[in-house]
Each structure stands twice: as C-alpha cells, then as structure tokens.
T-cell receptor, first 115, second 113 residues
C-alpha cells in the first residue's frame, strides 16, 4: 500500500497564528482527504482535496478557516488559520485510489496544540 | 447519510482472552464497512474491510469481523488477545461507490496481563 508522510509531526502554536500542514504520498492517488481528531474523540472529515480545483468542505468547515491546496496527485496542504485553543487536535490526511478496492490509508497525523 | 455507533467506549480484557468490539451502523444505501486500529501516537491502520461477498471477513493480526445486514452490525472479534493489541479501534462506513468515511466514536481496548 502507499505510504503517506505528514509534516510537521507536531507543533505548538500561539493563538491567532496559522499553521500549514503538508501531506505527501509516495504514489499517485485518486482522492485525498483531511480529517480532524479532537482530544479523545473520533475522526471527523474536514474536506476532500481536489486536484486543480477548490476543496469540497463538510458541514461545519469553511475555506477561510481551513484552506486546502492540492497541486498534484501526490501532495496536499491544509492550513489552520487564525488558530484558537479549540483547534488543538490531531490532523490526519488520507489517500484513496481506485485500484485499491476502496481502501483508504492514513498518514501518521500532525498533533497541534494551540496556546 | 451514514452513521456508526460503537457500543463500548472502553473494553478491558485479560491477555489470551477472547474479545468482541461492537459496531452498529445506519444507512439508507448499501455500504462498505471497515475497522481501523490506532496505536498510541500513531495514525490509523486498516484491520479489515467488508465490500461484498462472504459476510465473515478476516483481517490482519488475527482479527475478524462479521457483517450482519439484518442487524446492521459489523462486530470485530479476536479469539485470543495480546498485550500488543492495546489500542483504539474505530469502525467506519462509507456508501458504496463513495469514498468518504464516517467513523464511530472508537473503542479503547486495554489488555491486562
């Protein structure tokens, strides 16, 4: 299966600042997704990263707060903007390819703490 | 839309004992079902998946799950657990032909020696 890496693995940020998380897949994937896992909670889908077009956001998530880029089939970024302590979470990206029988594989996550 | 309910937030068991982690789903369309495991401070790893065919699905690390359409369940089982199975387990569902996953709340499996 494909391998996903994320940078940074963790960060501590100040309120009001922004952080960009990078997601790199070692092979081309059809779709990429960004999830948020709040402390002690399950995963919630933020958006689907579409190559060459605007991301598709889930209810409760907006582009101004979580801008996403996907310039090619192996790379995506998620920015957490104007952060507050409520944004402290693990952010995970995932990839899916049609050749893998609906198997979605995940990166290791980025653990974000906002002070 | 789909939803997933994991009936137990925590399951403590003794080493070498059997375990069952329960998962029920709700959907108005046919679904694919998945179990993922998250070890401490790591990402998610796919344990097994049900797409179609046999309702008994075998996965990695000795885990298996059974799809029960009438009861809308997909319970995960292992006949004998090890300390290394200590982790958070997530059940997830997607609509057939869709790729967005909806996750349950997770079950924390704790293995006691």
């Amino acid at each position: 299966s494909a391998v996903i890496s994320q940078k940074p693995s963790r960060d501590i940020c100040q309120r009001g600042t922004s952080l960009t998380i990078q997601c790199q897949v070692d092979s081309q994937v059809t779709m990429m997704f960004w999830y948020r896992q709040q402390p002690g909670q399950s995963l919630t889908l933020i958006a689907t990263a579409n190559q060459g077009s605007e991301a598709t956001y889930e209810s409760g998530f907006v582009i101004d707060k979580f801008p996403i880029s996907r310039p090619n089939l192996t790379f995506s970024t998620l920015t957490v903007s104007n952060m507050s302590p409520e944004d402290s979470s693990i952010y995970l990206c995932s990839g899916w390819t049609s050749g893998r029988l609906n198997e979605q594989f995940f990166g290791p996550g980025t653990r974000l703490t906002v002070l | 839309a789909q939803s997933v309910t994991q009936l137990d937030s925590q399951v403590p068991v003794f080493e070498e004992a059997p375990v069952e982690l329960r998962c029920n789903y709700s959907s108005s369309v046919s679904v694919y079902l998945f179990w993922y495991v998250q070890y401490p401070n790591q990402g998610l790893q796919l344990l097994l998946k049900y797409l179609s065919g046999s309702t008994l699905v075998k996965g990695i690390n000795g885990f298996e799950a059974e799809f029960n359409k009438s009861q809308t369940s997909f319970h995960l089982r292992k006949p004998s657990v090890h300390i290394s199975d200590t982790a958070e387990y997530f059940c997830a569902v997607s609509g057939r032909g869709a790729q967005k996953l909806v996750f349950g709340q997770g079950t924390r499996l704790t293995i006691n020696p």
